[in-house]
């Protein structure tokens, strides 16, 4: 059975840096495509990055684009997101995904596994 577990999120104000990390149990790691997802109080969960399985190509939101960097260590199975240059509109609970997104669309639908998330606070 696949595990997804989040870890590294915590307080932070804004303009400073996280990183986020996401260990993957009970599969092959480098055998699918790997993401961030976050989702706001009151608001839908949204892509942040995303990671194929070789890590020769990443995929951003626009939101998240020359602050943030997606990498993988595959073998430790496990997914990073750096986070820099932190803002307050960063606050969210942060998921790590599993799935299948070769045109980098960072489309919840083509991720099957997700984590439990951990909680990014930035404030003002």
């Known amino acids: 059975q696949m595990l997804l577990v989040e870890s590294g999120g915590g307080s932070v104000q804004a303009g400073g840096s996280l990183r986020l990390s996401c260990a993957v149990y009970?599969?092959?790691?480098?055998?699918?495509?790997m993401a961030w997802f976050r989702q706001a109080p009151g608001k839908e969960r949204e892509g942040v990055a995303s990671?194929?399985?070789?890590?020769?190509?990443?995929y951003y939101a626009d939101a998240v684009k020359g602050r943030f960097t997606i990498s993988q260590d595959n073998s430790k199975s496990t997914l990073y997101l750096q986070m820099n240059s932190l803002k307050p509109e960063d606050t969210a609970m942060y998921y790590c995904?599993?799935?299948?997104?070769?045109?980098?669309?960072?489309?919840?639908?083509?991720?099957?596994?997700w984590g439990q998330g951990t909680q990014v606070t930035v404030s003002s």
């Open positions: 995904a599993r799935g299948w997104d070769p045109a980098g669309s960072l489309s919840q639908s083509a991720f099957r596994y």
């Open positions: 009970g599969t092959t790691y480098t055998t699918d495509y």
């Open positions: 990671i194929d399985p070789r890590g020769d190509g990443t």
